[in-house]
């Protein structure tokens, strides 16, 4: 019997970890296992999911302190949760990447402030820097404004045309770009792992 049945992200994955748990219906499981049929992308992440789930299951389970109930729940009570108990260690490797950077960074920011100073002390260095960036912005101006004749002459009349596509190619990459940082979250799966209470 086929059931079509159509799964969203969040209803998949919810449906693969209740089949992990060995916690869904007969018909449930027979529509996840037609859907894994037609679906490469969920069957690959659902054997992943077994995979770490028989991980899971063939490692020993960890016997928690015989207190371990008592204090959460005196936390639970208390309002606050347990903080974990934080090791302070130097590593090596970022002491010698922090004096690594520092030997190659101080003469650049040396060179940067002898120059600075020879700009603000120097009348004579600063008019030449000032007269540098007015002709090199000047240059910019009139090469864009080349750039602009050209494409109003190529364009033969049709300037609204071609401003129409511009529009729509910048609304697409807007939305292209929006959609991929604000809507395309990921799920995360959480796996279950065993603790056994003494």
């Given at each position: ?12 994955r919810h ?31 659902f054997e ?151």
């Amino acid at each position: 019997m086929t059931t079509g049945k159509r799964y969203n992200r969040q209803e998949i994955r919810h449906t693969m970890n209740l089949a992990l748990d060995n916690m869904l219906p007969a018909s449930a499981e027979d529509a996840l296992e037609e859907h894994l049929a037609t679906s490469h992308k969920d069957a690959s992440l659902f054997e992943g999911m077994q995979t770490v789930d028989r991980l899971f299951a063939s490692e020993p389970q960890l016997r928690a302190p015989s207190n371990f109930a008592v204090n959460v729940m005196a936390a639970i009570a208390a309002g606050k949760a347990p903080q974990p108990v934080v090791a302070h260690r130097t590593d090596l490797r970022a002491v010698l990447g922090l004096i690594l950077a520092t030997i190659i960074l101080l003469p650049v920011f040396l060179l940067t402030m002898s120059y600075v100073h020879l700009l603000l002390t120097d009348q004579t260095a600063f008019n030449l820097l000032t007269q540098r960036v007015i002709w090199l912005f000047n240059i910019g101006m009139r090469s864009l404004g080349s750039l602009v004749e050209a494409i109003v002459a190529s364009a033969n009349g049709n300037l609204l045309a071609l401003g129409a596509l511009l529009m729509a190619l910048f609304t697409a990459v807007f939305w292209t770009g929006f959609n991929r940082v604000f809507l395309s979250r990921r799920q995360l799966v959480v796996y279950r792992i065993p603790v056994q209470f003494a």
